[in-house]
């Protein structure tokens, strides 16, 4: 997967970076950046045929030239209900994610940035 960057106000090409999965990709959960131009990216990915191994990676990529400064694992939302958005990114770094389970929705703060 490749993500590029383009600068807003003079829409220049800053960067393209490679983001190499190890599984494959179902589906992109989000892409955005917080307040300090971190990148965050969350794939829907699959190691198996079925449900068993779907989970969602996230990402995060320093804003000059796109390296990942880190990555967490998540629990992929396999319940039939759907949301508008799974993941949001704040302001001040780190996401908040939204777990659905039988028992009920949960929301999780989880962050990938080092020393977080």
Known sequence: MYVDAISRAPMVHRFT?????????????????????????A???????????????LFCLEPQHGAIVGTTSLPA???PEETFRDLAVLD????????????????????CRPGS
């Open 77 to 79: 939302n396999t319940m």
């Open 92 to 111: 001040e770094g780190g996401a908040i994610y939204v777990v659905r389970s039988g028992a009920g929705v949960e929301l999780t703060r989880v962050d």
């Open 17 to 41: 970076s490679k983001v190499t999965l190890g599984y494959e990709a179902i589906g992109i959960v989000a892409l955005d950046t917080d307040r300090a131009g971190i990148i965050y990216l």
């Open 43 to 57: 794939v829907l990915g699959s190691t198996t045929q079925d449900e068993s191994g779907t989970s969602v990676t």
